[in-house]
């Protein structure tokens, strides 16, 4: 050492020196460590970390940063340092030639020190250049030259103090001119930089996120979160205040690096699959046979080797996330540090003759290693989080881009919902995943380590404690298996209770006319009474689970330390050994608990990551099924014996079909149904798979499908369709397609939002945007699937003319024309007749007559129909001629339906209300149901253009702090006396808990004799019972508190069914459908689940808390004075986080649902979409969707980080103070206190955390108790059944009906849409009513239900009031057949009489009568045949008879007859009209009519106009006085 550093005093100088640096009241380092290892540090850290950093920065290029003030001090400042380093140097040298040399370090550490300043200030110059804001390398670097400059400042001082004067003055000055510099240079690293000069042009996007340009210590503390948590806190956040994101975490970053990843795999696949292929041949050329048997084996055992998913993912991936691997492995490592300085911190306490300042290094390195192990911890989170984040994108991304482009054979295997299910469930669960996926491997290394120093301290006796832990991990596993088969369970009766409750909403009204409320409500509490019990065997797993969790660490540290001191008499557990094992055990702890369900997170991925594979690996559907010929041949489409089906492996749909289309003809497509039509149009799509044959189109294509697909967007982007608006080439679409007339009747005009799936448009309207999409596309081949079979004759025949036909806007474009309208066919050009899919005749309309073929056949079944009414609208709409065309043959043709189609109808279906009733002309469907006010007040009053936009009130967001009178609600639900009980036990619990660990201090205490410590047994037992006493009341505590959550819930829920079940009509019409499921689906959900165990939680984690500050304010009173300020910091962080993070959920959930709806959209739109060739439009929307859920996402996960390192560092200042106030305090206090104390602030951190966040959630779920409050405390209608007040039994006996000065309203502030009705009509009569659109036709049968109650007058039948009797009561004595027939999933015995009031033989009579006695005799389950959803698996038609059948069962004197429309093809209407002619012949019927033939021979004819009557007469009289009957008799051709 002599030669380093000379000599010292006449000594040769140490490097190191006991009696210096430990053995000492005032510790100091050698002199020669100061000048040698102290200087090398730092610089040996920067050359060697230089290499690396140096081929970063060359790779990453952000631009380069414009020279700053900020830059340039830190520049002059670098030259400075080395300017004085370099001083030093030559000072010297000076001495060594004046000879006076000096060691070799005074040589050596200048130089060196000298150059390291010269390279970092190159590197600021080179990392300014590269574009880097802010350097973590430079930060770092200054901070450790900063720490090793800190003790040699220490040290001059001290000794020129203990000298009395300076030795060597200059470089005493030089060293304070360095140290001052380092410390600038370390304060200027703190900030960064201005962005880069020619950053990417992303630049200018509005509101960029500060992550990118905040400077490394803000990362590291996520200090550049604080300004949003400010904002939150401030104001509600919307959805302008969230940064955009980053753009590695964007979609158009994301997902193609991932599609790249998983080509490779497909094509890896595929390679190794040709290759099986070609070794294969020689060995199967023996004999003919063979090659077939060879041939069928090699395929299949290839074939399992598909593309791996997985290998694509982490190829994506791992790079980034296993950064955070490498993260946790530090922070795993550094959990282990504490637990042995506070084996040092105890030995300290004991031992009186160690020095204090040992004890307050001991103290800051306890604060200092939490500190770090927070920062690290929360690093290696965000990198998880970010990476579930951008793996979440790139697979919604990969499933939607795949969704565009799958056959239809694929598509059919899985429904929309399963596929919408990929992007929200499996999506999510390896997200949720990779926040822990690391435990797998960090779990089994903390509990080695653990393990290992626990042996260090106990010895062999940690083998009973970890025997313990290992019985539990079986004991947990049952539970954890147990309740995830419950929560199936629980999930299928929910499933089972939403899609009977949307079913109950779907078809409230016809629920209300039949007055079968009362049986429905009895089938969905049957359901939720399953659910609940299900609910009640969880809760008490639940229970259990709780149990082993708060008791396994005790029943751990019990069995050891009992069986530490029982074993060998010698062993005397003092306070480190108690103290330092429970520190551990409570490592142990997490991991323990979280390896099981990190495995079963993991299997749950598998399963997903099995059906991804499975869906990305689908077929897709062949781009050259149809040649876009550049070349113009004279034929814009031509077909050579096309053969075509569904799927590879389906029947033959058309067969050996030729078809030569001429340019700019107008080609008809005719058929039954069933015959092929649509299927040839998809086809021509290339939609289908093509067996053989050649399909080929010249020139663009425009598709008009048989199920108009209307997006969620305004009526004009629905038609623009993505192309450039031109105003007038769109006013003029508008008026071909019959639009404009409409648009005066939509509140918005062409701006009106149309709802999912055109909810608010009538089958015609949708129809004639469809149709006006396609006409502004301005395309060169036409595909028209049927437009005209959903709108009246008169518009048909206009869109006719003015679109399709030779005059229309289309003429000299190609069109093929699928339709049934016969009145057409003799204007088109072609005619091509379909015959079970294959071409029997094509022709021109006069060649096909004169062959008496086929076509003729086909005319003659429909053109007397058609001449009979020219003005009612084209029936036999293929799409809604479902199943069973003709009725009575029941012969079932899915022929003409494609399965896509079948898919999206009903889904199409399950929402929407059956076309307008009035045929086109009322335009205004609600959103739901008719808007029928809007229809009445129509003609009477000029309408200020906005009225109906406020049909559908928006439902407001909640924002701000949630009143405490909703969590009161609650509590009132729970029970107040048990909520009281149940804060009465975890007080208990926990007052248990610290009994038993000061039991354990003052044991620790116990004086040994000899070595041994007596009343052993005595210990051990208390320790026991106060230890089983906490158990046993955290088992009861969490029972009562299961308990009192199902209380809550069961109430809540049955207060809102009962609620929505007497809620009026009214109600429903202006609610979407939606907004009732969401309060029965999820709302409910939060109730029965999430808030009592977020209630558990908090309860939980706030006793601990509190506990601990009991226990260190107990053992350190003077910590009380700490409490203030600390719990003042807490409470702010809080307040802040809480504020931010429960509107950022709100914002997250609300922008997720967009995902989904517009994905499931696609899905239906997609063969439109390909149609068009709009796919990458549809992509971009997706990812802009997926980018702006993510946008709330991303905050929302900083904010954990963010309250996480603000709690943990309050955290970590207990753990300071507890140990500092434990080392001042040391004289008074034993080790066992000390132990304790600190122990137990060790372990705050974590619940402090917790409880903050279980106050936000417990915020945020809450409001669920508000939202089914509100929806439980609507008004609602007159009672169901008055009892001083019913009617005869065998009432009504005449069927007399009379309306006496009747008015009627639909709701208050709206107008009169019957005004002073005076009619009597008398038992037995047939009236029909008729009327223009809006005259109140529909309002008169819902007067006579109530379903509208009377303004004023009253209407009696037989001499009661109807107003007077219960709802029930009257609507029971009434039969109606409504005009869009509702089933309801269940038997159809279930959907005849529900409430079993019939015997079978009367069950089948009506069938007899209603004609579906055969059908239903041919079905093999008969009567218990299962109806789907809205009767899906029936025709529209069968649904109309079984509405029928109902009617005839319940035979009541008065029936009400609402004539179906468009719905019903004519056989069904006439059988419909022949029954109820022959089996009501003694009934009072009043039908509501459409098609004047039906009532020409009724006794008396209703004439209604704006409300009034307007004619009452027979029908002769009334056709002879000529008045309004007369001339709509007229325009029916029947006069």
């Known amino acids: 050492m002599e030669w380093l550093c000379g000599s010292e005093s006449g000594r040769p100088a140490r490097l190191w020196d006991h009696n210096v640096t430990i053995n000492t009241n005032n510790p100091d380092l050698t002199t020669c460590f100061q000048k040698t290892i102290l200087v090398w540090v730092p610089c040996v850290y920067l050359w060697v970390i230089f290499p690396l950093y140096f081929l970063y920065l060359r790779q990453s290029n952000r631009g380069y940063i414009r020279v700053t003030l900020l830059n340039r001090i830190k520049t002059i400042l670098g030259l400075l340092l080395w300017i004085v380093c370099w001083l030093d140097l030559f000072c010297s040298f000076a001495e060594l030639v004046n000879n006076r040399p000096k060691a070799a370090a005074y040589f050596i550490s200048p130089l060196l020190l000298g150059v390291t300043m010269l390279l970092a200030t190159f590197l600021i110059q080179y990392e300014r250049l590269r574009g880097m804001q802010s350097s973590g390398v430079l930060f770092l670097f200054w901070l450790i030259t900063l720490i090793c400059a800190v003790i040699p400042f220490r040290s001059k001082i001290l000794v020129t103090f203990n000298e009395g004067k300076v030795i060597d003055v200059f470089r005493f000055t030089t060293f304070y001119i360095y140290f001052a510099s380092v410390l600038i240079q370390f304060f200027l690293c703190c900030f960064s930089e201005p962005p880069p000069y020619f950053a990417a042009a992303s630049s200018n996007e509005q509101n960029r996120c500060p992550e990118e340009s905040a400077g490394f210590l803000s990362r590291l503390t996520f200090w550049w979160f604080t300004r949003m948590a400010i904002q939150g806190y401030k104001h509600p956040l919307e959805d302008k205040d969230l940064w955009s994101l980053n753009k590695e975490d964007r979609s158009d970053v994301v997902v193609p690096k991932l599609l790249n990843e998983w080509e490779k795999q497909k094509l890896k696949v595929k390679r190794n699959q040709e290759a099986a292929y070609t070794k294969c041949p020689p060995a199967y050329n023996v004999t003919d046979q063979e090659p077939h048997e060879a041939e069928v084996l090699f395929p299949s055992k290839r074939d399992q080797k598909k593309p791996s998913f997985l290998i694509a993912l982490c190829r994506t991936f791992a790079p980034y996330f296993l950064l955070g691997s490498a993260l946790k492995?530090?922070?795993?490592?550094?959990?282990?540090?504490?637990?042995?300085?506070?084996?040092?911190?105890?030995?300290?306490?004991?031992?009186?003759?160690?020095?204090?300042?040992?004890?307050?290094?001991?103290?800051?390195?306890?604060?200092?290693?939490?500190?770090?192990?927070?920062?690290?911890?929360?690093?290696?989170?965000?990198?998880?989080?970010?990476?579930?984040?951008?793996?979440?994108?790139?697979?919604?991304?990969?499933?939607?881009?795949?969704?565009?482009?799958?056959?239809?054979?694929?598509?059919?295997?899985?429904?929309?919902?399963?596929?919408?299910?990929?992007?929200?469930?499996?999506?999510?669960?390896?997200?949720?995943?990779?926040?822990?996926?690391?435990?797998?491997?960090?779990?089994?290394?903390?509990?080695?380590?653990?393990?290992?120093?626990?042996?260090?301290?106990?010895?062999?006796?940690?083998?009973?404690?970890?025997?313990?832990?290992?019985?539990?991990?079986?004991?947990?596993?049952?539970?954890?298996?147990?309740?995830?088969?419950?929560?199936?369970?629980?999930?299928?009766?929910?499933?089972?209770?939403?899609?009977?409750?949307?079913?109950?909403?779907?078809?409230?009204?016809?629920?209300?006319?039949?007055?079968?409320?009362?049986?429905?409500?009895?089938?969905?509490?049957?359901?939720?009474?399953?659910?609940?019990?299900?609910?009640?065997?969880?809760?008490?797993?639940?229970?259990?689970?709780?149990?082993?969790?708060?008791?396994?660490?005790?029943?751990?540290?019990?069995?050891?330390?009992?069986?530490?001191?029982?074993?060998?008499?010698?062993?005397?557990?003092?306070?480190?050994?108690?103290?330092?094992?429970?520190?551990?055990?409570?490592?142990?702890?997490?991991?323990?608990?979280?390896?099981?369900?990190?495995?079963?997170?993991?299997?749950?991925?598998?399963?997903?990551?099995?059906?991804?594979?499975?869906?990305?690996?689908?077929?897709?559907?062949?781009?050259?099924?149809?040649?876009?010929?550049?070349?113009?041949?004279?034929?814009?489409?031509?077909?050579?014996?096309?053969?075509?089906?569904?799927?590879?492996?389906?029947?033959?749909?058309?067969?050996?079909?030729?078809?030569?289309?001429?340019?700019?003809?107008?080609?008809?497509?005719?058929?039954?149904?069933?015959?092929?039509?649509?299927?040839?149009?998809?086809?021509?799509?290339?939609?289908?798979?093509?067996?053989?044959?050649?399909?080929?189109?010249?020139?663009?294509?425009?598709?008009?499908?048989?199920?108009?697909?209307?997006?969620?967007?305004?009526?004009?982007?629905?038609?623009?369709?993505?192309?450039?608006?031109?105003?007038?080439?769109?006013?003029?679409?508008?008026?071909?397609?019959?639009?404009?007339?409409?648009?005066?009747?939509?509140?918005?005009?062409?701006?009106?939002?149309?709802g999912e799936k055109g909810i608010n448009l009538s089958g015609g309207q949708k129809q004639r945007v469809s149709l006006a999409r396609a006409v502004y596309s301005d395309m060169d081949v036409y595909l028209l699937d049927d437009p005209l079979s959903a709108v009246d004759a008169h518009v048909a025949k206009h869109i006719f003319d003015k679109v399709i036909g030779p005059e229309g806007v289309l003429k000299g474009k190609t069109r093929v024309l699928v339709t049934h309208g016969i009145s057409f066919l003799p204007q088109v050009d072609q005619i091509v007749v379909l015959v079970n899919g294959r071409i029997s005749e094509m022709g021109s309309y006069q060649e096909l007559q004169n062959q008496n073929g086929a076509f003729a056949e086909f005319l003659r079944n429909y053109a007397q129909r058609d001449d009979l009414e020219e003005d009612e609208p084209t029936v036999l709409d293929e799409e809604e001629e479902f199943l069973g065309e003709d009725t009575l043959s029941n012969h079932i043709d899915l022929g003409d339906n494609e399965p896509p189609a079948a898919e999206a109808r009903k889904q199409f279906m399950r929402q929407i209300s059956v076309i307008s009733s009035d045929g086109e002309a009322s335009t205004w469907k609600s959103t739901r149901r008719r808007l029928s006010e809007k229809k009445k007040v129509a003609d009477t009053v000029p309408q200020p253009k906005n009225e109906p936009k406020d049909l559908i009130q928006a439902e407001t967001a909640e924002t701000g702090r949630v009143k405490l009178i909703v969590f009161w609600q609650y509590l009132k639900a729970v029970g107040p006396f048990i909520s009281v009980v149940i804060c009465f036990l975890y007080c208990c619990q926990n007052a248990a808990a610290i009994g038993a660990n000061f039991w354990l201090s003052d044991w620790t205490n116990d004086p040994a004799f000899n070595r041994t410590q007596h009343r052993t047994y005595m210990r051990v037992g208390v320790y026991a019972a106060l230890g089983f006493t906490q158990g046993i009341l955290v088992l009861i505590s969490s029972f009562t508190l299961a308990l009192g959550g199902l209380a809550a819930a069961r109430q809540l829920h049955t207060q809102l069914l009962d609620n929505k079940l007497h809620t009026p009509q009214a109600f429903f019409d202006t609610t979407p459908i939606g907004r009732i499921i969401n309060r029965f689906g999820k709302d409910i959900n939060v109730i029965d689940e999430v808030i009592p165990l977020t209630f558990q939680m908090f309860l939980a984690t706030f006793f601990v808390s509190l506990s601990t500050m009991i226990v260190v304010v107990a053992s350190t009173p003077w910590f009380t004075l700490l409490i203030v300020p600390l719990a003042f910091v807490y409470f702010f962080v809080q307040r802040f986080y809480v504020a931010t993070s429960r509107q950022l959920k709100r914002l997250e959930s609300v922008s997720r649902s967009p995902i989904y709806s517009h994905f499931s959209e696609t899905i239906t739109g997609s063969s439109v979409i390909r149609a068009y060739g709009r796919q990458n439009s549809f992509i971009l929307m997706n990812d802009n969707k997926v980018d702006a859920n993510q946008k709330s996402y991303y905050p929302g996960i900083v904010s954990n980080r963010w309250l996480g390192i603000r709690i943990e560092f309050i955290g970590n200042c207990i753990v300071l103070f507890a140990a500092l106030f434990a080392v001042i305090g040391r004289a008074h206090l034993n080790p066992g206190i000390v132990g304790l104390s600190v122990s137990y602030a060790l372990q705050v951190t974590m619940s402090l955390n917790w409880m903050v966040r279980m106050t936000s959630d417990l915020e945020s779920n809450i409001v669920a108790v508000e939202r089914v409050k509100e929806y439980s405390e609507t008004e609602t209608e007159a009672p169901w059944v008055i009892e001083g007040n019913r009617p005869p039994e065998s009432w009504p006996q005449a069927g007399n009906v009379e309306f006496k000065g009747y008015s009627v309203r639909y709701r208050k502030g709206l107008d009169l849409v019957l005004k002073d009705l005076h009619l009597s009509v008398h038992g037995g009569e047939k009236v029909g009513i008729v009327g223009r659109t809006g005259a109140g036709k529909s309002s008169m049968t819902l007067c006579l239900f109530r379903i509208i109650e009377a303004a004023q007058g009253e209407i009696v039948i037989d001499g009661i009031k109807i107003a007077d009797i219960g709802l029930h009561d009257l609507r029971s004595k009434l039969t109606i057949i409504p005009q869009d027939p509702v089933l309801f999933s269940g038997s159809l015995r279930m959907n005849l009489d529900p409430f079993n009031q019939y015997s079978e033989e009367e069950i089948w009579k009506a069938l007899e009568l209603s004609h579906l006695k055969q059908y239903v005799s041919s079905l093999p389950a008969k009567l218990e045949h299962e109806c789907s959803e809205g009767g899906e698996n029936l025709s529209v038609g069968q649904r109309q008879l079984v509405c029928l059948a109902r009617a005839l069962l319940r035979k009541t004197r008065i029936l009400i007859l609402d004539e179906a429309t468009a719905a019903v093809d004519l056989e069904t209407d006439d059988l419909i009209q022949s029954t109820i002619r022959t089996q009501f012949e003694n009934c009072t019927v009043l039908t509501i009519a459409h098609r004047l033939n039906t009532i020409m021979d009724y006794t008396r004819v209703l004439v209604l106009e704006k409300g009034r009557i307007a004619e009452f007469d027979t029908p002769s009289k009334l056709i002879a006085e000529k008045g309004i009957f007369y001339n709509m008799a007229k325009d029916a051709g029947l006069a």
């Open 329 to 754: 492995l530090c922070q795993d490592l550094l959990s282990f540090v504490n637990p042995q300085l506070l084996n040092m911190l105890i030995s300290f306490i004991k031992s009186r003759e160690s020095r204090i300042w040992w004890g307050y290094s001991i103290s800051f390195l306890m604060f200092f290693s939490a500190a770090l192990q927070t920062i690290i911890l929360h690093q290696h989170f965000q990198y998880c989080f970010v990476t579930g984040m951008r793996l979440r994108t790139a697979i919604v991304g990969a499933i939607y881009r795949k969704s565009l482009v799958i056959t239809n054979s694929a598509k059919r295997s899985s429904t929309v919902g399963e596929i919408v299910n990929l992007m929200s469930v499996d999506a999510q669960r390896f997200m949720d995943l990779t926040g822990f996926l690391n435990m797998l491997w960090s779990a089994p290394l903390q509990i080695c380590l653990a393990l290992y120093f626990l042996w260090q301290y106990l010895g062999p006796s940690v083998l009973a404690g970890v025997a313990v832990m290992i019985l539990l991990i079986p004991f947990n596993a049952v539970i954890a298996m147990k309740s995830r088969s419950f929560q199936v369970q629980q999930m299928q009766h929910k499933d089972a209770r939403i899609k009977l409750m949307n079913e109950i909403l779907n078809g409230i009204k016809v629920l209300k006319l039949y007055a079968w409320e009362a049986s429905f409500e009895q089938k969905v509490l049957a359901i939720r009474q399953k659910e609940l019990s299900i609910l009640k065997k969880a809760a008490y797993l639940n229970a259990l689970s709780t149990f082993t969790w708060t008791t396994a660490p005790f029943i751990v540290a019990l069995t050891t330390f009992a069986v530490y001191v029982t074993v060998d008499e010698n062993n005397v557990l003092d306070a480190q050994k108690a103290f330092v094992s429970l520190s551990l055990f409570n490592i142990l702890r997490f991991p323990l608990n979280m390896l099981p369900q990190v495995i079963s997170g993991v299997v749950q991925a598998t399963v997903s990551l099995k059906r991804l594979q499975n869906f990305l690996s689908h077929d897709e559907l062949d781009p050259t099924n149809v040649e876009r010929q550049k070349i113009a041949t004279g034929h814009a489409i031509t077909m050579l014996n096309g053969t075509f089906s569904w799927g590879k492996t389906d029947p033959v749909v058309l067969n050996g079909i030729s078809l030569m289309v001429p340019q700019g003809s107008l080609v008809a497509v005719v058929g039954h149904v069933g015959c092929g039509k649509s299927s040839l149009i998809s086809a021509l799509l290339g939609e289908m798979e093509k067996l053989e044959g050649s399909v080929a189109i010249h020139g663009s294509v425009a598709y008009v499908p048989q199920q108009a697909w209307i997006r969620n967007a305004s009526l004009k982007d629905n038609i623009i369709f993505g192309e450039l608006l031109s105003e007038q080439k769109y006013q003029q679409v508008l008026e071909a397609c019959a639009l404009i007339t409409d648009l005066n009747v939509l509140p918005g005009g062409d701006q009106t939002e149309i």
